[in-house]
């Protein structure tokens, strides 16, 4: 069984701050690791994800998140923040083998952009 | 090509009416699952399904069922509602192991 967690609930920051949303998980099987962005009434969006090669992956707006196996955590951040980052932002894993796409994710971390 | 579409967006039950919410899937993916979303428990998986099977079961009573028809889309039922079952409920589906897409939403109050 895999679990998620993602350490702080709410992060309000200024515009054109730096960000960093923390995200650690459990499992005793590899896993493929996800974020997902979630705007107000809306469903959950794909920001980016990490299957294997380089720990550092990157989206294309920005932020990026790097997969550290040791610390089995994949921390999410952005050099500078907009307002328009303001969202909920899921951390997720699955498990890499196997035939089924079950998503375990974590609470979720509201990240407030103020200006 | 259109993205995961969920009917109805918003319903409105008693508890102890049931409910059916439909998702149809991005052309071409096979695999549909579905998620509760509540602020007190977050995302949980119910099930997921892969041509007209179910793959993968989460745990929930009996009381949610799904099922998937052969053009892929796919329905869950939620039979003698109780006011937890108040939620925002997501389908998801896929193509291949690395990406989920997910829909809009249902959101279900019981009252």
């Known amino acids: 069984a895999q679990s998620v967690t993602q350490l702080d609930s709410q992060v309000p920051v200024f515009e054109e701050a730096p960000v960093e949303l923390r995200c650690n998980y459990s499992s005793s099987v590899s896993v493929y690791l996800f974020w997902y962005v979630q705007y107000p009434n809306q469903g959950l969006q794909l920001l980016l994800k990490y299957l294997s090669g380089s720990t550092l992956v990157e989206s294309i707006n920005g932020f990026e998140a790097e997969f550290n196996k040791s610390q089995t955590s994949f921390h999410l951040r952005k050099p500078s923040v907009h307002i328009s980052d303001t969202a909920e932002y899921f951390c997720a894993v699955r498990h890499s083998g196997g035939s089924n796409y079950k998503l375990t994710f974590g609470k979720g971390t509201l990240l407030t952009v103020n200006p | 090509k259109a993205g995961v579409t969920q009917t109805p967006r918003y319903l409105i039950k008693t508890r102890g009416q049931q409910v059916t919410l439909s998702c149809s899937p991005i052309s071409g993916h096979r695999s549909v699952s579905w998620y509760q979303q509540t602020p007190g428990q977050g995302l949980q998986f119910l099930f997921e399904?892969?041509?007209?099977?179910?793959?993968n079961k989460g745990n929930f009573p009996g009381r949610f069922s799904g099922r998937q028809f052969s053009n892929s889309r796919s329905e869950m039922n939620v039979s003698t509602l109780e006011l937890g079952d108040s939620a925002l409920y997501l389908c998801?589906?896929?193509?291949?192991?690395?990406?989920?897409?997910f829909g809009p939403g249902t959101r279900l109050t019981v009252l």
């Open positions: 998801a589906s896929s193509a291949t192991y690395n990406e989920q897409f």
């Open positions: 399904y892969f041509s007209e099977t179910q793959r």
